[in-house]
Nanobody, 119 residues
Framework: QVQLVESGGGLVQPGESLKLSCATS????????MNWYRQAPGNQRELVAG???????NYADSVKGRFTISRDTAKNTVHLQMNNLKPEDTAVYYC?????????????WGEGTQVTVSS
């Protein structure tokens, strides 16, 4: 059974920081690319950050310089450090695990964690 569980969301003021965590089980963690997506009410789900199984990270332009994605291989967990948060970062954040190799495709999603940035 595959399970992705997000945690660390909450309510913060603009300029403050949060660290999200995604604990995985049921997958060979080191074989998967890991991503963070977010979705605000009325908007499409968008890719915020990703890190490949080789450790290569990528970010949406809107969060570059503020967010950092990392993976803890010992704990099968991926993190998203979010600094200098802005009101437009308010959304539900989802963890995503992807395996794609030799014609095999696997995609798994967590249930999401709410991040609200407001004065």
């Amino acid at each position: 059974q595959v399970q992705l569980v997000e945690s660390g969301g909450g309510l913060v003021q603009p300029g403050e920081s949060l660290k999200l965590s995604c604990a995985t089980s049921g997958i060979i963690f080191n074989d998967y690319n890991m991503n963070w997506y977010r979705q605000a009410p009325g908007n499409q789900r968008e890719l915020v950050a990703g890190v490949t199984s080789a450790g290569i990270a990528n970010y949406a332009d809107s969060v570059k310089g503020r967010f950092t994605i990392s993976r803890d291989t010992a704990k099968n967990t991926v993190h998203l450090q979010m600094n200098n948060l802005k009101p437009e970062d308010t959304a539900v954040y989802y963890c995503n695990a992807v395996f794609r190799r030799f014609g095999v495709n696997r995609n798994y999603w967590g249930e999401g964690t709410q991040v609200t940035v407001s004065s």
